[in-house]
């Protein structure tokens, strides 16, 4: 049994395809063979609004037993504000109590328990969008669409922020520069910044306060991200961290510059609109950041892609926990049985030799696989 889980980290161009699906059931708006933009919405729901408990037994001055039978609106009906909810019979017809909506919304249930009427307000509307410009290629009834599109990728290591898009701007010459505040002009708004090895943390506070829509960074120190967040963020899960921008970092925590091929490509496509998400998840529904640069027009017509199937000896992988996070090697070996680990677990590992010297142990589930073996990587 090999785990680890496998790049590329970086695209040049490559047919992508991603499943854009609604958490709940709803209407598919396209059909297969639909053109789309990033911000085409493919599928939509209705939404959850906020639900209002109504006392009509103390309202009514009835039992509760009595309030199912003393209502105006039946389970399910849509209620204007100040529109009756409920009434008693009163005296010959007089001397007769009313519970009134005190919100606009909908009936969804009332308890003879309780007394209690509870109220739905009505919700936004639930919508996704392609975030990939390409072709829908699947339906996937009432949930959503696949689409496919031809684009470059970059994905990152880290990173926090939703789904967001802008035009591509280098903000600084060098894959080992540090992007300071002053270097952020007031034309940046909406725009998807290029950085170096480095942001600081007075860098990424002016490029929310002037509407930057995400930035790429080489590196980040943790504590600039804390007081950026304004919380301590959990690396293995960012998925439902709020940034006021999406930050994609591709190297690591510190000053990691960021490499050069990755870079290369990233001022290549200067100008174009990139599609980011910095969602980050490296446990189960594993997720990682990722810059999307589509290519209008082009088509997928350089070698595909290798998958590497599998973790091997040899593979270059990179570390996605702590102690070790963001930390690049080779696989020395791989023991075919299960170790402790320091939180005294047992489960398969890797040891992996580091750049810098020494070997580490780690478990399998905590590894990226960037490569396959030097020797496929060489032949």
């Given amino acids: 049994m090999s785990v680890g889980r496998a790049g590329p980290f970086l695209e040049a161009q490559a047919l992508l395809q991603r499943r854009r699906l609604l958490p709940v059931a709803g209407e598919v708006l396209l059909e297969i063979g639909d053109r789309v933009e990033h911000d085409t919405v493919v599928a939509r729901a209705a939404g959850r609004g906020l639900l209002h408990t109504v006392n009509a037994a103390k309202i009514l001055d009835v039992l509760p037993a009595e309030v199912p039978g003393s209502l105006v609106r039946p389970v399910g009906a849509a209620v204007v504000a100040g ?47 392609a975030f990939l410009p390409g072709v829908v290629t699947e339906i996937v009834p009432e949930r959503g669409v696949t689409v496919a599109g031809v684009a470059a990728r970059v994905a990152g290591v880290f990173g926090v922020g939703g789904e967001r898009h802008g035009l591509l701007r280098a903000v600084v010459g060098r894959p080992e520069a540090v992007l300071e505040a002053a270097q952020l002009d007031h034309d940046v708004a909406g725009q998807v910044l290029i950085g170096g090895a480095l942001v600081t943390a007075d860098a990424l506070q002016r490029a929310a306060a002037l509407n930057v829509a995400g930035l790429i960074t080489g590196g980040i120190h943790d504590r600039d991200l804390t007081r950026f967040l ?13 940034a006021p921008l999406t930050l994609v970092i591709t190297g690591g925590f510190g000053r990691v ?19 980011l998400v910095g969602r980050t998840r490296v446990r189960a529904g594993a997720e990682r950041p990722e810059v999307i640069i589509p290519l209008a027009g082009a088509t997928a017509t350089g070698p595909a892609s290798r998958a590497v199937t599998g973790l091997a000896v040899g593979c270059r992988v990179l570390i996605v926990r702590q102690p070790w996070f963001a930390q690049e090697g080779y696989v020395g070996r791989l023991p075919d049985e299960p170790r402790r680990i320091e939180s005294g677990a047992y489960c398969l590992v890797a040891e992996v030799d580091l750049p810098a010297g020494g070997t580490v142990q780690v478990p399998r589930a905590n590894l990226e696989i960037l490569a396959g073996p030097r020797s496929e990587a060489t032949s």
């Avoid at 010959?92 to 909908?106: D, E, H, I, K, L």
């Avoid at 301590?232 to 899960?237: G, H, K, P, R, W």
Wanted: hydrophobic share 45%; aromatic share 4%; proline share 5%.
């Fill in 257 to 275: 510059p960021m490499a050069a091929e990755t870079f290369a490509l990233l001022q290549k496509h200067i100008g174009r609109r990139a599609c």
């Fill in 83 to 129: 529109e009756p909810l409920a009434r008693t019979r009163g005296i010959w017809g007089m001397f007769r109590s009313v519970c009134r909506a005190p919100v606009s919304g909908t009936v969804v249930a009332v308890s003879a328990h309780t007394g209690r009427i509870l109220l739905e307000e009505p919700g936004a509307a639930l919508e996704i969008q």
């Fill in 230 to 242: 304004g919380r301590e963020s959990v690396l293995a899960d960012t998925a439902g961290v709020a």
